[in-house]
């Protein structure tokens, strides 16, 4: 069976746990459920309790932003995957904002990718190139040695429900997202680098998503873009009608490549 699209909510470090509520309501009550499309939720930790008791199940379940790769112990203001494990589906890993403003290594995401796989949690693990690596034509050996080293703890199996997000960086908080031949390159890349580590029906099963600057008017071109399984969504998943628009905009597009198939 084909796997559901993913579409996923950061809502980075912004609402509080009233305002978190607020917007996970309005979005209960104007999302339809789809069967191809999954959706998930990603608040801040003070969020993740009261929303697991709030929401419906059947149409969203809950990320993490970050978690600690160690699962317990004196490290104070950390919390660990072993946690989250009760809370959360998925957790974002390796954010670029994680990386640049909390210096986040690349073994630092290896080790937390692996601390959440053995916690039963889906990593969505996100990789993409700075505007300077662009220019620098680095692109290739950042998602090359970001994918690579975040995975290197994995067997084919643990990588088999993996989720990647391609972010370039420069085209987060930006005006309009990366083209999609811009993505395509580099999802057929990052897919590339998983079929040379575990083989085809490993990289078959993964799901690899776009995020940067997605909004309603752009999803049909980045979901018709091959190899994109779904949207990582910042700033436009803090509004309930944007949001939903996007859903939509998801479900539409797998209704319309499931007709180019049958035709
Ligand atoms: C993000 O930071 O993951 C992101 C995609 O942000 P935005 O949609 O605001 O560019």
């Known amino acids: 069976m084909k796997q559901p699209k993913l579409v996923v909510a950061n809502w ?12 996970a309501n309005r ?7 789809h069967r191809d499309v999954e959706v998930v939720l990603a608040p801040n930790y003070l969020c993740l309790q009261p929303l697991s008791r709030e929401i419906d199940h059947h149409k969203f379940k809950l990320a993490a932003q970050d978690g600690y790769y160690i699962d317990e112990g004196a490290y104070t203001g950390a919390v660990s995957f072993n946690q989250l494990r009760e809370l959360v589906n998925y957790a974002i890993i390796g954010h670029s904002e994680r990386r640049r403003y909390f210096n986040e290594s690349l073994d630092e995401v290896r080790d937390k990718v692996a601390a959440a796989v053995r916690n039963g949690i889906t990593p969505i693990l996100c990789v993409g190139e700075t505007k300077e690596e662009r220019t620098q034509k680095e692109t290739k050996q950042v998602l090359h040695d970001q994918v ?28 309009e997202p990366a083209k999609p031949d811009t993505i395509a390159a580099a999802v057929d890349w990052i897919r590339f680098q998983v079929r040379e580590l575990y083989g ?64």
Do not use: C
């Open 12 to 23: 980075k470090m912004y609402l509080n746990v009233h305002e978190a509520s607020l917007l």
């Open 27 to 33: 979005l209960g009550k104007k999302v339809q459920s």
């Open 148 to 175: 690579v080293t975040a995975l290197s703890n994995l067997t084919a199996e643990d990588a088999e429900s993996l989720v990647l997000a391609y972010e370039p960086v420069w085209a987060i908080g930006a005006n």
């Open 200 to 263: 085809k029906t490993t990289e078959s099963s993964i799901r690899v998503l776009y995020g940067g600057s997605d909004e309603p008017e752009y999803v049909s071109g980045i979901m018709a873009t091959p190899g994109v399984d779904g949207l990582l969504v910042g700033r436009a998943s803090l509004n309930y009608e944007r949001f939903s628009d996007i859903i939509t905009g998801v479900h539409l597009a797998v209704l319309s490549e499931d007709k180019t198939v049958k035709a």
